[in-house]
């Protein structure tokens, strides 16, 4: 099982990035997909969550209306389209995989993000 994180860099507040993670080894439609963040000294929060079927979306208060996650069960892969970027959103952000029932549950490695001028 592997997920692969990509996409994350420095960026000046008000800019955008766009995380990805490719999925392998597990049948990924039957997953929650959804991406976390970790910022130093604090705990690892949960950004968006993508359904099974990839029909329901939720989002931390915090990134409403600023973060978008989707997901391609075809190609096996998770994006956050990230926009509007605050120093606040500044964590390694990490994907993870949580089968339907919850019986098994995949992390990836994370990626950095950091937001400053």
Do not use: H
Not at 23 to 38: D, E, I, L, P, V
Not at 50 to 78: E, H, L, P, W
Not at 94 to 110: E, L, P
């Amino acid at each position: 099982v592997q997920l692969v994180e990509s996409g994350g860099g420095l960026v000046q507040p008000g800019g955008s990035l766009r995380l990805s993670c490719t999925a392998s080894g597990f049948t990924f439609s039957n997953y929650y997909m959804s991406w976390y963040r970790q910022a130093p000294g604090k705990e690892r929060e949960l950004v968006a969550r993508n359904s099974v079927g990839g029909g329901t979306t939720n989002y931390a208060d915090s990134v409403k209306g600023r973060f978008t996650i989707s997901r391609d069960n075809a190609r096996n892969t998770v994006n956050l389209q990230m926009n509007s970027l605050k120093p606040d959103d500044t964590a390694v952000y990490y994907c993870n995989a949580k089968f339907r029932t919850g019986a098994w549950d995949y992390w990836g490695q994370g990626t950095q993000v950091t937001v400053s001028s």
